[in-house]
């Protein structure tokens, strides 16, 4: 009878004792309560770790696409100068990276300029946008779904602002790549890396090529424009000038002009030059199983222990 009275105090004691106290978890009355409920537990558990495995199967997957970008070499005789006076000093400027051109055209990546590039090609859009482009109708659309009604309700309700539907546009552009394009600089290489994850990888190989060349042609004739035009006037000024030590400043501003309108009209890369074609990744970049699966397990075991922690103490 008191080997029996002793047992009977010890699991009312056991019940007694609370999980959390004053803030801190206590591991012991935890392991009492998933020991005795240890059916319940695996059980939620489990309904997580298939709702994970469902969530796995019908999420689409994500690849990342990217692009190695490097400067065209500067051929200012001030910027290669430059270039020395660093390397004596034991200063790194990055290499291609530090010409000044080449830093505007990374800052222009996710520029208005940029969006507009992609946006005034119909089919690069309907590439971005698949789900808003309906091939029946020919036209765009919002795409079909049946919670969104209640989901816009409700955020309405709490105040929140709910941007209505438009066709993509600059704006829309623009909002992707701020949100989706990524910048990868190498201090050390000086080279650059843009990156895209898309669930439709050869559109993101397209948005990449498309940034490429209309920011690098964008910038050639912004700089053919200007060597034209200083070229002409320095044509007219050394017609007028008479003065020796004049004439020989501007010849020589002249030389530099027609050297920077012969690069700029050249059919090559000008400020930035793809090193190779963008690159799909085998493997995808979203969702990761592992992470989902040890987050469903983690999330199921929390979820579990109010449960069980409950059912415990009504015994």
Do not use: C
Request: hydrophobic share 45%; net charge positive; proline share 7%.
């Amino acid at each position: 009878m008191v080997v029996i009275a002793k047992e009977t105090r010890s699991y009312v004691k056991d019940i007694e004792e609370p999980v959390v106290r004053r803030g801190v978890i206590d591991l012991h009355a935890l392991w009492q309560v998933v020991r005795a409920e240890k059916v319940l537990v695996a059980s939620i558990v489990a309904v997580f770790m298939l709702l994970a495995i469902a969530y796995l199967h019908m999420t689409p997957r994500k690849y990342a696409v990217r692009m190695v970008l490097t400067g065209v070499q500067t051929h200012s005789e001030s910027s290669s100068t430059l270039d020395d006076l660093s390397s004596m000093a034991g200063l790194d400027l990055g290499g291609p990276s530090s010409n000044p051109q080449f830093k505007m055209f990374i800052g222009a990546l996710r520029s208005p300029f940029a969006a507009q590039s992609i946006a005034s090609d119909p089919e690069l859009l309907k590439a971005m946008f698949p789900r808003e482009w309906s091939v029946k109708e020919n036209r765009w659309r919002q795409p079909p779904s049946a919670l969104r009604p209640a989901l816009e309700g409700i955020a309405r309700v709490f105040g929140f602002y709910v941007r209505p539907w438009t066709p993509p546009g600059v704006a829309r552009v623009f909002d992707y790549l701020r949100d989706e394009l990524k910048i990868v600089p190498d201090t050390k290489s000086g080279v650059v890396t843009m990156e895209l994850d898309s669930r439709y990888p050869d559109a993101a190989v397209r948005i990449l090529l498309a940034l490429n060349s209309a920011l690098d042609e964008r910038i050639r004739q912004r700089d053919l424009i200007r060597a034209s035009t200083d070229v002409d006037y320095l044509t007219q000024r050394l017609s007028a000038v008479a003065v020796q030590e004049y004439r020989a400043a501007l010849v020589t501003n002249l030389v530099q002009q027609e050297k920077q309108r012969m690069l700029a009209s050249a059919p090559l890369p000008y400020v930035s030059d793809a090193l190779g074609k963008p690159l799909i990744l085998t493997n995808p970049v979203s969702p990761i199983p592992m992470a989902v699966l040890i987050a469903a397990l983690i999330i199921g075991f929390m979820v579990a222990i109010p449960f069980a922690n409950a059912r415990y103490r009504k015994r």
